[in-house]
């Protein structure tokens, strides 16, 4: 069982940045694969970025690629969203997700591999 907390969010005009941190309880959070999310009103939720156990393998929704970066210290149980260059469309609420499974490219973007995630938190940029 992980339960997970994501804090950081909050108001940024366009072309600021912030960064997003998500706790875990749990002893085995470096057993999982760790993800963003994120879902503005009225539309599905959508990938944004997934790290790796260790985190030596990232990948990122093309739409934010370059301008955000995911990171994880597994010692403090925590895994990070930087948000650089933001533009209104990143207006969501953000959710980190753990999914167990093996690092697989491939299934990263779907919610479905994911068995944990937390009650998210709201980033809004202002134009």
């Known amino acids: 069982q992980v339960q997970l907390v994501e804090s950081g969010g909050g108001l940024v005009q366009a072309g600021g940045s912030l960064r997003l941190s998500c706790a875990a309880s749990?002893?085995?959070?470096?057993?999982?694969?760790m993800g963003w999310f994120r879902q503005a009103p009225g539309k599905e939720r959508e990938f944004v970025a997934a790290?790796?156990?260790?985190?030596?393998?990232?990948y990122y929704a093309d739409s934010v690629k370059g301008r955000f970066t995911i990171s994880r210290d597994n010692a403090k149980n925590t895994v990070y969203l930087q948000m650089n260059s933001l533009k209104p469309e990143d207006t969501a609420v953000y959710y980190c997700?753990?999914?167990?499974?093996?690092?697989?490219?491939?299934?990263?973007?779907?919610?479905?591999?994911?068995?944990?995630w937390g009650q998210g938190t709201q980033v809004t940029v202002s134009s």
């Open positions: 749990g002893r085995t959070f470096s057993r999982y694969v």
């Open positions: 997700a753990a999914d167990p499974s093996a690092w697989v490219p491939g299934n990263l973007r779907s919610p479905r591999i994911y068995d944990y």
């Open positions: 790290i790796s156990w260790t985190g030596g393998y990232t």
